[in-house]
C-alpha cells in the first residue's frame, strides 16, 4: 500500500555488542530522543522537542517540503522546569508550554506552568501570560491551557484560559478584583487578547468542541478553606452563543447516571464522557441540545475503556483504546480504522500505531510506532501519495539493540485469584534458574501494558528475568479489581505482589537466592512494605520516590486543594500504621537502596529521608541517593544514568552475582 522512503533527521547508533554496566546505564537511561511532536497546519513542517546536554530540553524545526536541514529555535535549560509540549498555531508560529516547580516560603511546593510562542526561526518571542503583579494576592500556578488551536475565521488565534488573581486595592484604581478561571481569544503574533469568557472562581476546566467552538464549562465545589469537593456542575452553550445553562439530570436506559466529560462532538452536539457500567468504565455520548438521555457508545464486560484515540489539530474523538494482554483499538472512523490496518500490515514489527499529529486538512499524519522490543520510531504519511516516511527514532541509544520480548502471563494468589502481568526474559535466554526482579507499578490507580519500557529492557540487558504485576488494586481491570484501592487494601495489593515472587521460584524461572524487588512511587511503597510482612521472601530492594509513610501522604496534602480525595482514597484505621514501611524498619531483612528527588510533589521527599533514617536507626543495610531540584519522575538523563548504575552495583552486590 506505502511506498516507502526515509530522511535522515537524527543519528543512530549501530547494534551494541556486549556493553559495561556504565555504557548499559547511559544508553538505557537517557531521556527519550524525543520528548514531543507537532506537525503544522500544512504539513510542511515538524518541531520536537530533544533533550540537550544535562538538563536542557531543545526545540527543534525541520521544513519537510522545502528542505534546509534542521534548525534550533529554542531551548530550556532550567532545572527546575521541563519545556514540555509544542504546538503550531500557525505555519509560522508556534506554541509551547513549560511545566515548572516552585518552593513558597513554608516550604510547600508550587507545581507552575508558562505559555510561550516563537517564530519557526526561533525570532519574536513573546509570552502568553501577563506579568505577575506586586498588588496580586497570590501566586499564579497556571499559566494557561489551549482550549483550541484553530477558531474559525480568526487565524493565528487560540482559545487559552486565563487564571485571574485577585490584586490589593490599597492606594489604586486599577487593581485587578476578578478571580477564577477564564477564556482568552490569543493572538500569537501580536499577544493582543480578548476576553471571551469572564473568569469563573469556581471553574475547573472548559472544553471546546472540534469545530473550535466553546461549549463546556465545569464548575467544582469547595469548603470553606478552598478544599474541592466531589460537587460539580456542567454548564453548556450552543456554538457562537455567549450564554450558559446548565446541564440537567442525565440518563442511560432511563437510569439517573453520573459521567466524567473529556471531549466534545461538534456532528453530534454531544459530549463525550466517561461512567462506569456493570463495575466497568464506559464511554457514552451526552446531549447537549436539551435532551437527557444519553447513548452507550463504547463498553466491555471484562475491562474498563481504557483511553480515547484521537486525532487533528482539534483532537477529534476517533476511537476509543481497551487494554486486555496488549491494546486494542476500535476506532469509530472507518477510513482511519482501515489505515491503521494497513500501518500494521507495513510495520508488523511495531504493531502500537499512535496518531501523534495531523496537518489541518488531515492528508498527513504523524505516526509514532512501537513495540515492546522496539522504543519506537516517528513517521509521516501521506494520504495523498500513500508514502511512508521514516523521520525519528525515539530512542537513539537504543537503535539495533536487541531487547526482551514481554510476554503477557498470570499466576495464582494465595487465595486462587489468577493476576495478570508481563514477563520479560533477557534476550536469548532459556528462562530458566535466572536473577529475577519483581517490578509493581506506581500509582496504584494505574497499571502495566505490553510495550517499551526502559527500566524493564535495562534490568533484562543485565541478566535479570523481570515480573510486573497487575495486583489487585491496580486501574483498567474494573471497580472489584481496583477495590478498596492499594492503600486502604494494600494487604491484597502487597501479598499479589509477593505472590510473583513466588511464582516465579516455583516455575524455576527465579533463582530464590537471587531474586529482588524494584519500584517506583507505589511501586517503591509495594516493595518496602514486602519486607514488612515476608522479609525473608526478596534479597534486596530498591524503592524510588516511595510512598514509606500513608499518614504522611495525608498530613503533606493538607496544603493543596486536592486534601479531601487524598483523605478519602486513604481512609482511617489500624491499617495505616501496619501498613507503613518506615514504622517496622526493624523487620526488614534485605538491603534497601533508596532514590528520591528533592522536588517531589506527588511524594514528598521526607517518605525516603525518614525512611533511610529508620533503617539506619534499626541496624538495617541502607543506601539512600537524593537528587537535587529533580520531581517525581527524575527527568533528567544524567540523574537517570547515576541511578540505573548505582542499581545495577547495589543488585550485584546483594544477590552475590
Known amino acids: 500500500m506505502f511506498a516507502a522512503a526515509a530522511i535522515a533527521l537524527v543519528g543512530v547508533c549501530a547494534p551494541a555488542a556486549a556493553s559495561e554496566p556504565s555504557d548499559e546505564a547511559k544508553r538505557f537511561g537517557a531521556r527519550s530522543s524525543v520528548l514531543d511532536v507537532s506537525l503544522s497546519p500544512s504539513g510542511s513542517k515538524l518541531a520536537w522537542i530533544a533533550p540537550g546536554p544535562g538538563h536542557t530540553e531543545v526545540l527543534y524545526v525541520i521544513d519537510l517540503e522545502h528542505g534546509g536541514g534542521v534548525s534550533q529555535v529554542s531551548y530550556n535549560d532550567e532545572i527546575q522546569a521541563d519545556l514540555g509540549r509544542c504546538d503550531w498555531a500557525t505555519d509560522k508560529r508556534i506554541v509551547c508550554e513549560v511545566y515548572g516547580m516552585a518552593r513558597r516560603s513554608d516550604g510547600v511546593l508550587l507545581p507552575y506552568t508558562r505559555m510561550f510562542a516563537l517564530s519557526d526561526d526561533g525570532t519574536d518571542p ?4 501577563e506579568r505577575r503583579s506586586s498588588r496580586a494576592l497570590g501566586f499564579n500556578q497556571d499559566g494557561g491551557d489551549i482550549v483550541a488551536l484553530d477558531v474559525d475565521g480568526e487565524e493565528g488565534q487560540l482559545l487559552l484560559t486565563r487564571n485571574y488573581i485577585e490584586e490589593r486595592t490599597t492606594g489604586t484604581r486599577l487593581a485587578n478584583s476578578k478571580e477564577g478561571l477564564g477564556v482568552d481569544l490569543f493572538d500569537v503574533q501580536t499577544g493582543r487578547r480578548k476576553v471571551q469568557v469572564q473568569p469563573d472562581k469556581g471553574a475547573s476546566y472548559y472544553l471546546a468542541d472540534d469545530d473550535g467552538n466553546l461549549r463546556l464549562k465545569v464548575r467544582r465545589g469547595s469548603d470553606g478553606s478552598g478544599r474541592l469537593t466531589d460537587e460539580r456542575t456542567f454548564m453548556v452553550r450552543d456554538p457562537g452563543g455567549n450564554s450558559w445553562r446548565r446541564l440537567e439530570d442525565i440518563s442511560l436506559n432511563g437510569q439517573p447516571v453520573s459521567f466524567s466529560p473529556v471531549a466534545v462532538d461538534a456532528v453530534s452536539n454531544s459530549l463525550f464522557a466517561y461512567t462506569s457500567l456493570g463495575g466497568y468504565r464506559a464511554l457514552i455520548g451526552v446531549p447537549l441540545d436539551g435532551g437527557n438521555e444519553a447513548r452507550l457508545i463504547a463498553a466491555r464486560n471484562d475491562v474498563d475503556v481504557d483511553g480515547l484515540i484521537r486525532i487533528g489539530r482539534q483532537r477529534r474523538v476517533v476511537g476509543v483504546s481497551y487494554a486486555t494482554e496488549k491494546r486494542s483499538v476500535e476506532y469509530f472512523d472507518q477510513e482511519l480504522a482501515a489505515l491503521a490496518k494497513a500501518l500494521g500490515k507495513a510495520l508488523p514489527t511495531q504493531p502500537l500505531i499512535n496518531f501523534a499529529g ?5 492528508s498527513k499524519f504523524v505516526i509514532i510506532a512501537s513495540s515492546d522490543t522496539d522504543p519506537g520510531t516517528v513517521y509521516l504519511f501521506d494520504k495523498t501519495s500513500q508514502n511512508l516516511e521514516m523521520l525519528l527514532a525515539m530512542r537513539d541509544p537504543l537503535v539495533g539493540r536487541a531487547m526482551g520480548e514481554m510476554r ?3 499466576y495464582p494468589a494465595g487465595d486462587g485469584t489468577q493476576i495478570p502481568g508481563y514477563l520479560t526474559l533477557p534476550s536469548g535466554s532459556d528462562g530458566t534458574n535466572l536473577p529475577a526482579i519483581v517490578l509493581p507499578h506506581g500509582g496504584p490507580a494505574a497499571r502495566d501494558y505490553w510495550g517499551f519500557d526502559w527500566v524493564v529492557q535495562f534490568l533484562t540487558a543485565r541478566g535479570y528475568a523481570v515480573l510486573q504485576p497487575n495486583y489487585r488494586g491496580s486501574a483498567g481491570y474494573g471497580e472489584a479489581w481496583f477495590g478498596r484501592n492499594g492503600y486502604q487494601a494494600w494487604d491484597v495489593a502487597i501479598s499479589d505482589v509477593n505472590d510473583a515472587g513466588r511464582w516465579l521460584v516455583s516455575q524455576g524461572i527465579a533463582d530464590p537466592e537471587k531474586m529482588a524487588i524494584v519500584g517506583w512511587s507505589y511501586g517503591g511503597y509495594a516493595a518496602l512494605q514486602s519486607q514488612v510482612v515476608a522479609p525473608e521472601l526478596y534479597k534486596a530492594v530498591v524503592a ?9 501522604l495525608r498530613s503533606d496534602a493538607r496544603a493543596y486543594t486536592n486534601f479531601r480525595f487524598r483523605d478519602g482514597q486513604l481512609g482511617r484505621g489500624p491499617h495505616i500504621a501496619a501498613g507503613s514501611p518506615r514504622r517496622h524498619a526493624e523487620r526488614f531483612v534485605a538491603p534497601v537502596a533508596l532514590f528520591h528527588g528533592s522536588l517531589d ?6 517518605h525516603s ?7 539506619e536507626n534499626a541496624g538495617k543495610q541502607v543506601t539512600y541517593t537524593e537528587f537535587e531540584d529533580l520531581q517525581h519522575g527524575l527527568r533528567d538523563s544524567n540523574a537517570r544514568r547515576e541511578m ?10 546483594s544477590l552475590a552475582r
Open 408 to 410: 503477557p502471563v498470570s
Open 544 to 552: 524510588i520516590a516511595p510512598v514509606t509513610d500513608l499518614e504522611y
Open 126 to 129: 513573546i509570552g502568553l501570560n
Open 601 to 606: 510533589i506527588n511524594v514528598d521527599v521526607r
Open 358 to 362: 495531523a496537518s489541518a486538512d488531515e
Open 644 to 653: 540505573l548504575g548505582s542499581i545495577d552495583e547495589f543488585l550485584n552486590e
Open 609 to 615: 529521608r525518614d525512611m533511610s533514617n529508620a533503617l
